[in-house]
Every structure is written in structure tokens, then in C-alpha cells.
């Protein structure tokens, strides 16, 4: 079981050789100037209530998305934005994902899509045993690669079986 008890503050200061390593996961995405300050605006509103704790904003993100946003099938499509799923607080595990990647690589957070499904054991839930599932892995320092899920409020365990990831869903 992964430990979490590494405990920094933002933002966290990457050395440089750290920073060229995970230079494609800081990258925002290409979105209007006004629309990246309204995100920077609400990811900041995380690690201030939070004081500035990595891991305590990271949660709160997580479980933020988790209860404010509502999980509609069908209301977005590949192509929707973080800053529309954010407008609208409505979409499915890929656009959870990306608005989480979104708000943390603007806390400087180095964060990645990841792509896989979730065992559901023999008999449970076959629904989403069998259907795919995004969620986020961000690079915390000391303790490397960690599993965010904001569809279901939880950091990821050994249920959580990755196939892919990348950078974004593309």
C-alpha cells in the first residue's frame, strides 16, 4: 500500500531536472486568457482553504468534483473543455479527469490522464466493471505517481487497473 505521508506545501518548488522530466504534465490547456484566470481563481480557492497543504487541496479537489458536479452521460463529448464542464459542474469520468488535470497543473502540479476500468469483483456492478474509466495520477514529490478518482470521490487502490497514460485523453 502506498504511503501519503509526505507532506509539502504549495507550491512546491520542482528541480529543474524534475521539471524537464514532467514538463508535458504542467502544461494547461489551450484555453482563452479570461477562462484560464477564472480556473486559476478556483484552483487557488482549494489550497487556501486547504493552507496551502499539498495533499489536504488534492483531496478536497477530489472530493469537491465528487459532490458538486453531476455525472450525466451523454451532456459532453470528447471535445468539451475543463472550462465548460466547470460552467456547467455536469459530465462523465473524462471530464472530471480533465478539469482535476486542469486545476492542478495550474496549482503547479504535475498531473496525467489515465485510462483503465475498475474491478467490481465477480458478481458486482458488471455495469462498470466492464465499461472503461478515466481518472488522474498526479506526481506528488517522494512518493511519485498517485490516483485521483473524482467520479467516485476516492483515491485509487488496487480496484483501479490501469491500461494507458498519457499527457490528455488524445
Known amino acids: 500500500k502506498q504511503s501519503?505521508?509526505?507532506?509539502?506545501?504549495?507550491?512546491?518548488?520542482?528541480?529543474?531536472?524534475?521539471?524537464?522530466?514532467?514538463?508535458?504534465?504542467?502544461?494547461?490547456?489551450?484555453?482563452?486568457?479570461?477562462?484560464?484566470?477564472?480556473?486559476?481563481?478556483?484552483?487557488?480557492s482549494f489550497a487556501i482553504r486547504n493552507d496551502y497543504d499539498l495533499l489536504d487541496t488534492l483531496i478536497d479537489l477530489n472530493q469537491s468534483i465528487f459532490r458538486e458536479y453531476e455525472y450525466r452521460q451523454g451532456s459532453t463529448t470528447v471535445y468539451t473543455t475543463p472550462f465548460e464542464v466547470y460552467a456547467k459542474r455536469r459530465g462523465v469520468c473524462q471530464d472530471f479527469t480533465n478539469l482535476f488535470i486542469c486545476l492542478a497543473r495550474l496549482l503547479n502540479i504535475p498531473a496525467r490522464y489515465t485510462c483503465g476500468y475498475i474491478f467490481t469483483g465477480p458478481r458486482s456492478n458488471q455495469a462498470q466493471g466492464v465499461a472503461s474509466h478515466a481518472w488522474v495520477q498526479v506526481f506528488l514529490p517522494e512518493t511519485g505517481w498517485v490516483g485521483f478518482d473524482p467520479t467516485n470521490g476516492c483515491v485509487t487502490q488496487t480496484d483501479h487497473i490501469r491500461v494507458s497514460v498519457g499527457r490528455n485523453y488524445v
Open 4 to 44: 501519503l505521508a509526505a507532506p509539502t506545501s504549495l507550491p512546491h518548488p520542482w528541480m529543474p531536472w524534475q521539471r524537464h522530466m514532467l514538463a508535458p504534465y504542467l502544461l494547461s490547456p489551450e484555453l482563452p486568457e479570461s477562462q484560464l484566470v477564472e480556473l486559476v481563481e478556483y484552483a487557488t
